[in-house]
């Protein structure tokens, strides 16, 4: 039987950690809202929900994360957590898209009818964005896009969620606003990932970029 699942993500504007047991049971969980600090918040967030499960390494049997898209150096540190964790215990991982993540927490009764559009912001013009029918199954793969594109690439009705629901909601007044706040919540992250992972679908611990990194290179003198 696999123990308990580990979970976490930094890859939005919110920072968050949980492990459940192997019934799917909340044993634990922390959350904190940042933009930045992620490398100084995101291990003694891991070891606090740990210790408060009253777990050991041992009795952890997956290690759940988001891939993206996200933020650049939210992944870049959720990630190597996760492969670091996961050497040193030999624990599987289980890697699925922040956009799937943030869907899952979506209630069924506000989907209803609707094609859910997941939203995350990438600090930058575009939002990353993808779509899913009333029981979650994607209509297509992540992308990155304008807000004021969204309108022709998904036809309504829309429920918005993600933390990039501010940027797009003046160009989609017909849309209705999720009552789950923007960024993803590590408890039904760990149910995905634990879902994932038996059925075979995992992803690796492998960061999904829309666009490459803002990266500026040195002018040879």
């Given amino acids: ?14 920072c968050s950690a949980a492990v459940l047991d ?33 777990l050991d390494w041992n009795d952890v049997g997956l290690i759940g994360v988001g891939v993206g898209p996200g933020s650049f150096t939210g992944l870049r540190i959720g990630l190597a957590t996760a492969r670091g964790l996961a050497l040193a215990g030999g624990i599987p991982v289980a890697g699925v898209t922040t956009t799937e993540a943030l869907a899952w927490a979506v209630p069924a ?7 859910l559009l997941v939203l ?41 969620a993600g933390d990039g629901v501010v940027r797009a909601a003046p160009f989609l007044p017909d849309a209705v606003l999720s009552s789950v706040d923007g960024g993803v919540d590590a408890v039904p992250l ?5 879902c994932r992972h038996a059925e075979g679908r995992a992803l690796p611990p492998a960061p999904l970029y829309l666009r490459p990194p803002d990266v500026t290179l040195a002018q040879p003198a």
Avoid: W
Wanted: glycine share 8%; net charge negative; proline share 6%.
């Fill in 1 to 14: 039987m696999m123990g308990a699942t580990l979970a976490f993500d930094c890859a939005t504007s919110r």
């Fill in 22 to 54: 192997s019934e799917g049971r909340v044993l634990a969980s922390r959350e904190v809202v940042t933009a930045r600090g992620h490398a100084e918040i995101l291990l003694p967030m891991i070891e606090t929900v740990r210790t408060e499960a009253g």
């Fill in 109 to 115: 009764e506000e989907r209803k009818g609707r094609t």
């Fill in 120 to 160: 995350i912001d990438g600090k930058r013009d575009d939002l990353f964005m993808q779509g899913f029918d009333s029981d979650l199954h994607p209509l297509g793969e992540p992308l990155a896009a304008l807000p004021e594109a969204i309108a022709a690439l998904f036809p309504g009705p829309l429920l918005l």
């Fill in 190 to 194: 760990a149910r995905l990932a634990a």
